[in-house]
């Protein structure tokens, strides 16, 4: 299951997705060879102007990235 939450601040649009969680953290798969996942980081440090992500209490992960509405 993911949720993604929609935030309209001052200068901003933040999008946070929230997954059940895993053992890794997002990481950047680099390399050409066809792949079914990890391609998600690459796409949000690509578009967004920040981006990060933190462990919820309930141990889901959370990534968050934001684009400037400027």
């Known amino acids: 299951m993911i949720t993604l939450t929609l935030y309209d601040t001052a200068g901003a649009l933040r999008c946070e997705v ?26 949000i440090e690509s578009l967004a102007d920040r981006s990060g992500h933190f462990t919820g209490d309930q141990g889901r992960l959370h990534v968050w990235f934001e684009l400037d509405k400027g």
Request: proline share 12%.
């Open 18 to 43: 929230a997954d059940e969680g895993g053992p890794t953290v997002p990481t950047v798969r680099h390399g050409v060879e066809p792949r079914e996942h990890g391609y998600g980081v690459l796409l």
